[in-house]
RNA sequence: CGGCCCGUAGCUCAGCUGGCAGAGCACGUGACUCUUAAUCAUGGGGUCGAGGGUUCGAUUCCCUCCGGGCCGACCA
């Protein structure tokens, strides 16, 4: 019984699979298969004198086969790595019945198959540390191939690079571009030492609210949901900003947390719907201690994945060792425009947005159109990282008013190759400032700015009943990646990025009932979908000859075995 | 949201100004007991992203849609 919508690969792959069975093998076995090795351990560590390896067991998935007759070579990958197989018949099959290597290793093994191996460790002629297979066990049994790549000299043929494959099938990538692993597991490290860092000095971990009622602490849209039971509306949170704070109210000195946030805004190379930022509050703080915190964390994190804190990014080397450069926002506007501007007014800044060439609308206030001026003109020369100081209080409503220089707060982003990737203030604990900025935020929501923060009052409330100075940060942990393991796209340190919805091969077509109605016998309905008659109507567009000819052909091609229609019910159907 | 490019066998990709849909790998069959992008022989495999239009004839030209990429806009 063949399945037609099955391509040929996958037909005889399910007719193994069957094959299998009948000779007893299970091709999906239960049981625990322990091992006693990795690939990449034997190959750093073989020494063929001293046989050090001369009873292993390991599985893996099969990556690629030279079947020479009577003995095989075969790549089996683990989780560490490749490592070459050696299978010689007469080794598997000791006795008379050759099954197990003619039938059951050289046809109805595939690659993609995941099998177990014991043996010993020697080295081929041609000097390839190799597994000699005593027996073999199949531990799960591949029914798609896979896409197969293949190397020389570390030049790969025929690589998957189609970005629709790599990141809709994630699984696929991870399998034949192994430096894909690498990169998550790299991710993985980055997560691990900035963590070990904050528990070394006694900072808390905490675990605050993704569906919140009322989404602060950034500028940005939101997603919304609805809660059913209480029945109102929640969002998923754009920061964690204003929870992390309420613990420092609480009491806790340093507090942080690895959240996903999620904003609901464009996507492109560095902007993903949901991402990964790491924010931390630390009591009795400033900003000016966090640029030097921020210095530690970043060396610290380069230094344990790399061991030097110079990296390359897109071909151009990054030193990464403190201190970091730093600039006022108005310096930099003055260092790359020639503008002082920081005694313009509203109107001024508009005029000057003009002769620079900047786009600006109405209900931009003050500070937005300051940061236009920057994100325009200065951002991208920052390559080395640069802290970049004192921003205008319009687009920083949480942030503590500037110890000595009046419109400005303390605040700092760092920028490395052009980006933000930290954002951090001295935190403003004074409630009634607070207040009024959430004010100052509802008025620019009224000029039409649907990113402006909205008033948690709740949040006010707690910072009435006193925090202590505090200074807070956020990491983006994708950009971090990306800079740290050179990746072009926010896509490639994510394991499944956003992407629209896959079309289905074949649309949906009528359902399965509407066919029965027409007459159409239920054996021959996917035949005809096959045959491209999706939907009803289109059947009744057919001419009942042609298409009983085609079905009869249809079904000789294909080997269906199926009852031929008669050509009275194929015009019946069609009425 | 706008501009440019892409979608052909399981995978990587050819396919000219419109004329029977191709290659390599993979797969099937046969040979081969140290191969390594194994080799040799031989065979099968396609809704050319979907729909419509022009045409005697469309993978190719035109339109719409779907999906993806790059650049810009918006946006951190």
């Not at 063929?48 to 292993?56: A, F, L, Q, W």
């Not at 200074?471 to 072009?488: A, E, F, H, V, W």
Request: charged content about 30%.
């Amino acid at each position: 019984m063949s399945d037609v919508s099955l391509s040929e690969q996958e037909q005889i792959r399910r007719q193994s699979l069957e094959e299998l069975r009948k000779l007893g093998i299970d091709p999906y076995p239960a049981a625990e298969y322990k091992t006693n090795a990795f690939a990449q351990d034997i190959l750093d560590n073989f020494i063929p004198e001293k046989n050090n390896y001369p009873d292993v067991c390991l599985a893996g998935r099969i990556m690629g086969r030279r079947i020479m007759g009577n003995a095989s070579f075969a790549e089996l990958m683990d989780s560490s790595g490749r490592i070459q197989i050696y299978v010689r018949r007469d080794e598997i099959c000791p006795g008379e019945d050759k099954t197990m290597y003619n039938t059951v290793f050289k046809r109805l093994l595939d690659i993609g198959d995941i099998i177990g191996v014991k043996g010993f460790v020697f080295r081929t002629k041609m000097g390839e540390t190799t597994i000699h297979v005593k027996e073999f066990t199949i531990l799960s049994k591949s029914v798609r191939p896979l896409p197969v790549v293949k190397e020389k000299d570390g030049t790969y043929f025929d690589a998957v690079r189609d970005p629709e494959m790599r990141y809709r099938q994630r699984y696929i990538d991870l399998i034949v571009n192994p430096h894909v692993r690498d990169v998550f597991r790299k991710r993985s490290l980055i997560i691990q030492s900035m963590r070990e860092f904050f528990n070394s000095k006694g900072y808390l971990e905490v675990e605050t609210p993704i569906l919140q009622p009322i989404p602060g602490g950034a500028a940005a849209r939101p997603f919304i949901t609805h809660h059913n039971t209480l029945d109102i509306p929640l969002y998923l949170r754009i920061a964690d900003e204003l929870y992390l704070k309420r613990l420092i109210v609480g009491g806790f000195e340093g507090v942080y947390e690895f959240a996903k946030d999620f904003r609901n805004e464009g996507m492109d190379r560095t902007h993903n719907p949901e991402f990964t930022v790491m924010e931390i509050y630390i009591a009795y703080k400033d900003y000016q201690w966090m640029m030097e915190f921020t210095e530690e964390i970043i060396k610290k994190v380069a230094l344990d994945l790399h061991g030097k804190t110079e990296i390359l990014y897109e071909g151009k080397t990054i030193n990464l060792n403190p201190p970091y450069k730093r600039i006022t926002m108005l310096d930099a506007i003055k260092e790359y425009t020639g503008l002082d501007i920081s005694t313009m007014n509203e109107n001024e800044l508009r005029s000057a947005c003009d002769r620079l060439g900047i786009p600006h609308t109405p209900s931009m206030g003050k500070g937005k159109l300051i940061d236009n001026i920057f994100g325009e003109k200065c951002q991208d020369h920052f390559i080395q990282p640069t802290f970049i100081t004192d921003y205008p209080v319009e687009t920083s409503p949480l942030t503590k008013m500037h110890r000595s220089k009046e419109g400005l707060t303390e605040r700092f982003e760092l920028m490395i190759n052009g980006k933000e990737l930290a954002n951090a203030y001295s935190e403003l604990n004074d409630p009634i400032d607070q207040m009024d900025r959430f004010r100052e935020q509802l008025k620019l929501s009224e000029k039409g700015d649907d990113e402006a923060m909205a008033i948690d009052h709740d949040f006010v409330r707690a910072l009435e009943y006193g925090m202590p100075p505090a200074s807070g940060m956020g990491i983006g942990i994708d950009r971090l990646t990306m800079l740290m393991t050179d990746q072009p796209s926010i896509q490639d340190v994510l394991l499944f990025p956003q992407m629209k919805p896959e079309n289905p091969k074949q649309g949906a077509g009528s359902r399965k009932e509407e066919f029965l109605e027409c007459g159409i016998p239920e054996e021959w309905i996917d035949p005809l979908k096959n045959m491209g008659f999706n939907t009803c109507s289109k059947l009744k567009e057919a001419k009942a000859g042609k298409l009983f000819n085609d079905m009869c052909s249809y079904n000789k091609k294909n080997k269906l075995g199926l009852t031929n229609p008669n050509p009275e019910d194929v015009k019946k159907w069609i009425g």
